[in-house]
C-alpha cells in the first residue's frame, strides 16, 4: 500500500469512529421534580414519564418551538413568558395565529405536578393532555399531530432529540406530550419571601404590614386559597358580572353541569404580583381592583358560591382599606425572583 492509499484509509477510520460516536443514542439521566417541604405531595404519577435530562431539554425546545402552530410562528412560550410567571402579560385575553384573539387570560405555568386538573374550566384532567387543547383551537395554535410531527420529523436536530429522550426514539404524539410535560414538571416555583419564612431559611422574616396582611388573608381568603399552593384545586362562581361578548359559562362548557354555570377555577396566588391582568377574561389590571371587587363589585348572577355570601345576605367579602394595603403587601411575598430568573426555563 502506497503512503497515498494509507493516508486514506486511516482518514476514512477517523470518519467512521466519529460518525459512530456521533449517532444519538438512549442513555437517561434522572432529573428530579422538586417536592419542597411546605408543599403537598405530586400529584403527576412519575412513573409514566420519568424526567430525564434530555427529556427535559427536549420539552424545552418544543416549548419554545413555533413549528407546533399552523404559520410556524406561535410556540407555547408566545402565551407564557417567563419574567411574568409565563403568562401573556399585556394581553387581557390571549392573541394566537394570525391575530386570532382566544376566550380567555393565559393562566401562569408553575407548579403543575401539584396539579390534577388544567385551564380555567378543568377541561384536561392530565398534564400531558393540556397541550392538546391549544394546539387544536383555530384562535390560539390551530395545528394537528400529523402535521407538526411530519414538520420534526424533516428536522435532523429534533430526529437526534427525540431517540435521546425517549427508549423507542419515535416522533409521536404521545412522546411529543411527555416531553412537554417534563419541562413543565421542573418548573416548581417555591422560593419566594414567604416560603423562606415559613420553611425558616436564611433567617428570612416578613414586616409588619406583610404579617397583618397574612393574617387578614387567612381569615378572608384562605378557605378557597388554600394550603401553599394557594389554591384548593376547585370551581367556583365568584359573581363575576358576565361578559355580554364573551357569555364565557366556564366548567359549564365541560360537563354542561347546571351546578357549574360560570364556575372557575381558584387560581393560585404565586407570582401573581407579576401575573397581571386578573381572572379569567383578565379584566382587572391591578391588585387593588381585584379586592375592591371582592369588596363592593360582586353581582348575584345567579350561582354565586355560598362561601361569598355575608350574614347580613349580601356578597362579598368586607374589607378595609388598610386590609386591602396589607393584604397586597403579603401577595407581594409570594413572588419568586429565583424562578422567574431561572435560565433553566428561559429560551436561549
Given at each position: 500500500?502506497?503512503?497515498?492509499?494509507?493516508?486514506?484509509?486511516?482518514?476514512?477510520?477517523?470518519?467512521?469512529?466519529?460518525?459512530?460516536?456521533?449517532?444519538?443514542?438512549?442513555?437517561?439521566?434522572?432529573?428530579?421534580?422538586?417536592?419542597?417541604?411546605?408543599?403537598?405531595?405530586?400529584?403527576?404519577?412519575?412513573?409514566?414519564?420519568?424526567?430525564?435530562?434530555?427529556?427535559?431539554?427536549?420539552?424545552?425546545?418544543?416549548?419554545?418551538?413555533?413549528?407546533?402552530?399552523?404559520?410556524?410562528?406561535?410556540?407555547?412560550?408566545?402565551?407564557?413568558?417567563?419574567?411574568?410567571?409565563?403568562?401573556?402579560?399585556?394581553?387581557?385575553?390571549?392573541?394566537?395565529?394570525?391575530?386570532?384573539?382566544?376566550?380567555?387570560n393565559s393562566q401562569p405555568i408553575?407548579?403543575?405536578?401539584?396539579?390534577?386538573?388544567?385551564?380555567?374550566?378543568?377541561?384536561?384532567?392530565?398534564?400531558?393532555?393540556?397541550?392538546?387543547?391549544?394546539?387544536?383551537?383555530?384562535?390560539?395554535?390551530?395545528?394537528?399531530?400529523?402535521?407538526?410531527?411530519?414538520?420534526?420529523?424533516?428536522?435532523?436536530?429534533?430526529?437526534?432529540?427525540?431517540?435521546?429522550?425517549?427508549?423507542?426514539?419515535?416522533?409521536?404524539?404521545?412522546?411529543?406530550?411527555?416531553?412537554?410535560?417534563?419541562?413543565?414538571?421542573?418548573?416548581?416555583?417555591?422560593?419566594?419571601?414567604?416560603?423562606k419564612y415559613v420553611r425558616g431559611?436564611?433567617?428570612?422574616?416578613?414586616?409588619?404590614?406583610?404579617?397583618?396582611?397574612?393574617?387578614?388573608?387567612?381569615?378572608?381568603?384562605?378557605?378557597?386559597?388554600?394550603?401553599?399552593?394557594?389554591?384548593?384545586?376547585?370551581?367556583?362562581?365568584?359573581?363575576?358580572?358576565?361578559?355580554?361578548?364573551?357569555?364565557?359559562?366556564?366548567?359549564?362548557?365541560?360537563?354542561?353541569?347546571?351546578?357549574?354555570?360560570?364556575?372557575?377555577?381558584?387560581?393560585?396566588?404565586?407570582?401573581?404580583?407579576?401575573?397581571?391582568?386578573?381572572?379569567?377574561?383578565?379584566?382587572?389590571?391591578?391588585?387593588?381592583?381585584v379586592l375592591n371587587f371582592y369588596?363592593?363589585?360582586?353581582?348575584?348572577?345567579?350561582?354565586?358560591?355560598?362561601?361569598?355570601?355575608?350574614?347580613?345576605?349580601?356578597?362579598?367579602?368586607?374589607?378595609?382599606?388598610?386590609?386591602?394595603?396589607?393584604?397586597?403587601?403579603?401577595?407581594?411575598?409570594?413572588?419568586?425572583?429565583?424562578?422567574?430568573?431561572?435560565?433553566?426555563?428561559?429560551?436561549?
Amino acid at each position: 500500500m502506497n503512503k497515498v492509499n494509507y493516508v486514506f484509509v486511516i482518514l476514512v477510520l477517523v470518519l467512521s469512529c466519529t460518525e459512530r460516536n456521533d449517532v444519538p443514542t438512549y442513555q437517561p439521566v434522572a432529573m428530579e421534580v422538586p417536592q419542597p417541604s411546605n408543599f403537598p405531595s405530586i400529584e403527576y404519577n412519575l412513573e409514566n414519564n420519568p424526567v430525564t435530562e434530555d427529556g427535559f431539554q427536549l420539552g424545552k425546545d418544543l416549548f419554545y418551538e413555533g413549528r407546533l402552530s399552523s404559520n410556524n410562528a406561535i410556540p407555547c412560550a408566545f402565551c407564557h413568558e417567563q419574567a411574568f410567571a409565563f403568562t401573556h402579560h399585556g394581553h387581557n385575553l390571549s392573541h394566537g395565529v394570525d391575530g386570532a384573539i382566544g376566550m380567555r387570560n393565559s393562566q401562569p405555568i408553575q407548579n403543575l405536578a401539584f396539579h390534577n386538573s388544567f385551564m380555567w374550566d378543568g377541561a384536561a384532567s392530565h398534564l400531558d393532555l393540556q397541550p392538546i387543547i391549544p394546539i387544536h383551537s383555530e384562535v390560539e395554535m390551530n395545528d394537528n399531530f400529523p402535521n407538526i410531527i411530519q414538520k420534526l420529523k424533516a428536522d435532523p436536530y429534533y430526529r437526534d432529540q427525540f431517540v435521546r429522550a425517549f427508549e423507542d426514539g419515535e416522533i409521536n404524539s404521545e412522546n411529543i406530550l411527555k416531553a412537554l410535560s417534563q419541562f413543565m414538571l421542573v418548573m416548581v416555583s417555591s422560593n419566594s419571601k414567604y416560603d423562606k419564612y415559613v420553611r425558616g431559611e436564611d433567617n428570612v422574616t416578613l414586616s409588619q404590614i406583610e404579617l397583618d396582611g397574612l393574617d387578614t388573608f387567612q381569615n378572608k381568603c384562605a378557605s378557597c386559597h388554600a394550603t401553599d399552593m394557594f389554591t384548593d384545586h376547585s370551581f367556583k362562581n365568584n359573581g363575576l358580572p358576565v361578559n355580554p361578548q364573551l357569555d364565557d359559562k366556564g366548567r359549564f362548557n365541560v360537563l354542561e353541569n347546571p351546578d357549574d354555570l360560570y364556575k372557575f377555577r381558584v387560581p393560585s396566588l404565586r407570582n401573581v404580583e407579576f401575573s397581571f391582568p386578573y381572572m379569567h377574561d383578565g379584566r382587572f389590571t391591578t391588585l387593588e381592583a381585584v379586592l375592591n371587587f371582592y369588596d363592593t363589585g360582586m353581582v348575584d348572577n345567579g350561582n354565586v358560591d355560598p362561601v361569598f355570601m355575608r350574614e347580613d345576605g349580601t356578597l362579598g367579602i368586607t374589607l378595609s382599606d388598610y386590609e386591602k394595603q396589607s393584604l397586597i403587601a403579603f401577595l407581594k411575598t409570594l413572588t419568586d425572583y429565583e424562578f422567574l430568573e431561572d435560565e433553566r426555563f428561559a429560551e436561549f
